[in-house]
Nanobody, 120 residues
Framework: QVRLVESGGGLVQAGGSLSLSCVAS????????MAWFRQPPGQDREFVAS??????NTYYSDSAKGRFTISKDNVRTDPQMWNLKPGATGIYCC???????????????WGQGTQGAVST
């Protein structure tokens, strides 16, 4: 059983950076496509970024482009986030699947999420 555990997040001011981490266990992480989603307060979950299992393809939402990079190694998917706006506030969840799902939310494995907040 694949298990994903997120950490990091916290509170930063607008224009600042957040560090998140997603550690996978129970599977061969190198063969999984990974993604990050965000659920803003009172809103539905939304796609932020994903990376194919090989790492060769990445996808970003329009709001994440230029502010978010995603990469993966054998056990971790740690995104870099910078120059953040208050709209980036939300619960950040990582997700994984053996298939390259791009921007779809039909990933098989999900973490519990970690809170990130950007103040004005």
């Amino acid at each position: 059983q694949v298990r994903l555990v997120e950490s990091g997040g916290g509170l930063v001011q607008a224009g600042g950076s957040l560090s998140l981490s997603c550690v996978a266990s129970g599977g061969t992480h190198s063969s999984y496509a990974m993604a990050w989603f965000r659920q803003p307060p009172g809103q539905d979950r939304e796609f932020v970024a994903s990376i194919s299992w090989s790492g060769g393809n990445t996808y970003y939402s329009d709001s994440a482009k230029g502010r978010f990079t995603i990469s993966k190694d054998n056990v971790r998917t740690d995104p870099q986030m910078w120059n953040l706006k208050p709209g980036a506030t939300g619960i950040y969840c990582c997700a994984g699947d053996k298939m390259n799902l791009g921007i779809s939310d039909e990933y098989c494995y999900w973490g519990q999420g970690t809170q990130g907040a950007v103040s004005t």
